[in-house]
């Protein structure tokens, strides 16, 4: 990799506090999108590809830990400090619905058929609820062994990989039985995991290791120590060949997956980097930071095809920004009171 290349990254403004979690949707009609969730209270919608604000959800009265897409990129889902996770309307801003909890929530997750969401946090309880019955009571998993960290859905909706922020290891619940059936061992909590596009690989940072398993067998595939504690890591979607990571050292940096050599270091962050993750097309990353910043970095030297392809995808996603009416913010993303950090 040809490290110019990808020094200048498109900064992306509008958090009044740390950026804690990034969430791309999969490919639309429309192109993709990319949701921030921060410490303001203020999940923030944007274009995928350039960056560009679309909207903001407010309704928060805490810190918003998780924030998510389901797959069409039409509804928004959050979790807070506030005790609640919220359903919202991607296009509107609207919240659709408000899910109660008793303790701080970390996390939240769509199923892949759009038609469950998992919530999961201080309470050490798994919840699972059904979007087409908002007022139904919630399936609860067995009792987590400590504070739920991340949340992600595996198998086509069978399966709920989770993490904890004070013990170490990714437990494996089968959503049918309700029971763990694996836990993938590590040293350190896991702050960060995902499955990779192709549903081959679970990517996990814990301390300061990136770890590679194999998401059907779960053996572990790859693990590779990193220059200093990593708080997030992603795997590059289409050809998986290398892969991003960022901690505490406030640099975003690149690695070949096979070797786990260090290939690329991107400079820019003014504080601890607390999540990366990779765009669906596999021609960029994100990067949001305690520093209020998010950072949209370049993976392929061809500016000439990523500025057509912007223009594409704009054209688009200015067709769904005109319909939104619900978001209320100024034309520079900041929002006009400061939130509480419950």
Not at 149 to 172: A, K, P
Not at 256 to 284: A, L, M, Q
Request: aromatic residues 8%; hydrophobic residues 35%; proline residues 4%.
């Amino acid at each position: 990799m040809d490290k110019k290349k990808v020094a200048v990254p498109l900064v992306c403004h509008g958090h009044s506090r740390p950026v804690v979690d990034l969430f791309y949707s999969p490919i639309t009609p429309d192109g993709f999108f990319l949701i921030s969730a921060s410490k303001d209270s203020h999940p923030m919608l944007r274009n995928g590809e350039t960056g560009d604000w679309i909207g903001t959800f407010e309704g928060h009265k805490g810190a918003v830990w998780s924030s998510c897409l389901d797959n069409n990129a039409l509804r928004a889902a959050s979790a807070s400090a506030d005790f609640s996770a919220k359903l919202w309307d991607a296009l509107t801003g609207d919240v659709l619905h408000s899910f109660e909890h008793k303790h701080i929530v970390r996390a939240c997750a769509f199923s892949e058929d759009t038609k469950l969401l998992i919530t999961g946090g201080f309470e050490k309880i798994l919840r699972v609820f059904d979007l087409n019955r908002l007022d139904a009571p919630p399936t609860e998993v067995d009792k987590s062994p400590g504070s739920i960290r991340t949340l992600t859905w595996l198998h086509s909706d069978q399966t709920i990989l989770s993490s904890c922020t004070d013990i170490g290891g990714v437990r494996l619940w089968d959503v049918r039985s309700g029971k763990i059936v694996q836990t993938l061992e590590t040293k350190s909590s896991v702050t960060s995991a995902e499955v990779s596009q192709d549903g081959r690989y679970i990517t996990t940072a814990d301390g300061s290791t990136v770890k590679f398993w194999d998401a059907n067998h779960f053996g572990l595939v790859k693990s590779y120590d990193m220059p200093c504690n990593i708080e997030s890591a992603s795997l590059e979607p289409k050809s998986g060949e290398k892969f991003v990571a960022g901690g505490e050292d406030m640099w975003v940096r690149v690695f070949d997956f096979y070797t786990g050599e260090e290939i690329g270091c991107n400079k820019g962050h003014h504080g601890p980097v607390h999540c990366v993750r990779f765009s669906p097309t596999g021609e960029s990353y994100a990067s949001g930071s305690e520093d209020g910043t998010i950072r949209i970095w370049q993976t392929t030297p061809n500016h000439e095809e990523n500025e057509s392809s912007s223009r594409r995808v704009k054209h688009g996603v200015d067709e769904v920004a005109k319909k939104i009416e619900g978001f209320h913010i100024n034309k520079e993303g900041k929002t006009a009171e400061k939130p509480s950090d419950a």
